[in-house]
């Protein structure tokens, strides 16, 4: 073999690894363990107060019952572990606050999103309020169209359609559930605003016009509700990280938050309703894979845009 052929060959298997790398993730004994801990977890809380029915704790248990199976099939996308990950996030801030209300279905690297008439359902339900009165089969609608995400990506539409069929199966039940809700009470409501850190934000913490004209109309509409039960406000990064210190996306998702909360404080948002949390980089919503190279980074920073935002969950009652 000619010195040309080896150094083509060696190039041509260094793209191909580097293609792969963050796929191959083999699920190893080790996650089983972590899996069967985390269910553990999900049925001691299932038993106390907040029951079998609690949306965020059937989040957990649908992204928990997808990594035991995909275990099982011998997986090396890593979508065992990038599910565990998100039940034991969900699971901690349950720990940390009971109401919590788990409402971001992040995609995982080794899924994409389909059937976006289903998911328009979903958008809707959470639009009307109700994803705590739908519970179980709202969030196993979401998990499922993750993991129908997955069989696609992985396999084609052929292997995902009956993955497909049973998310179609779920969204008819759950809009069934919400119209029986929607019966009972009418007036309650849990309404998410996710803002964009870029519309906000000048630079770290400096708010421009843009994003004190949409806090201000947010605080203004509060003011409206008949009752507000709770306000959540999370701060979300990227993973990009120029400083090199492994917390400054969590510090920088937290100011963000705090900032947040103090601007609608002072707009005349009552404090005792507020609650803060900062999740930095850890709950993305898209995966940028084909910006990744330093020639691409303008179009990288510009795929992580989703990921870098302010959510403000509210839960009460409208006039």
């Not at 709202?138 to 084609?156: I, N």
């Not at 949409?214 to 409206?224: D, H």
């Not at 306000?231 to 963000?256: A, F, P, V, W």
Request: with cysteine.
């Amino acid at each position: 073999m000619t010195l040309l052929r080896l150094l083509l060959l060696s190039a041509l298997i260094a793209c191909s690894v580097a293609s792969h790398a963050e796929g191959n993730r083999p699920a190893t004994p080790a996650d089983l363990a972590r899996i069967q801990q985390l269910q553990r977890h999900v049925d001691r809380l299932s038993f106390g107060p907040l029951g079998p029915n609690n949306y965020t704790l059937c989040k957990a248990r649908a992204w928990l019952d997808m990594a035991l199976i995909e275990y099982h099939e011998n997986e090396l996308t890593g979508i065992v572990q990038d599910s565990m990950a998100q039940a034991d996030l969900l699971l901690q801030r349950l720990d940390a606050d009971p109401g919590y209300l788990g409402l971001d279905t992040p995609i995982p690297y080794a899924s994409e999103k389909v059937r976006p008439d289903l998911w328009s359902v979903v958008d809707d339900l959470k639009k009307q309020g109700i994803a705590a009165c739908t519970g179980c089969k709202l969030a196993k609608l979401e998990v499922q169209l993750v993991w129908t995400g997955h069989d696609k990506w992985e396999a084609g539409w052929g292997h995902a359609e009956p993955f497909a069929r049973i998310a179609e199966n779920l969204a008819y039940e759950v809009q069934v559930d919400a119209a029986k809700c929607n019966a009972k009470n009418e007036c309650a409501s849990i309404t998410k605003y996710t803002l964009a850190t870029e519309l906000l934000f000048d630079f770290d913490v400096s708010l421009m016009k843009e994003g004190k004209q949409k806090l201000e109309g947010i605080a203004e509409q509060l003011k409206k509700w008949k009752k507000v039960d709770s306000i959540q406000i999370t701060g979300h990064s990227d993973k990009l990280n120029e400083t090199g210190d492994g917390l400054y996306n969590m510090k920088l998702s937290q100011l963000r938050a705090d900032f947040v909360r103090i601007f609608l404080v002072n707009h005349g948002v009552s404090a005792d309703k507020i609650k803060v949390a900062a999740m930095g980089d850890t709950q993305p919503l898209v995966n940028c894979t084909k910006q990744r190279a330093k020639k691409d980074r303008l179009a990288l920073i510009a795929c992580l845009q989703p990921n870098r935002r302010v959510e403000i969950v509210v839960e009460g009652e409208r006039r």
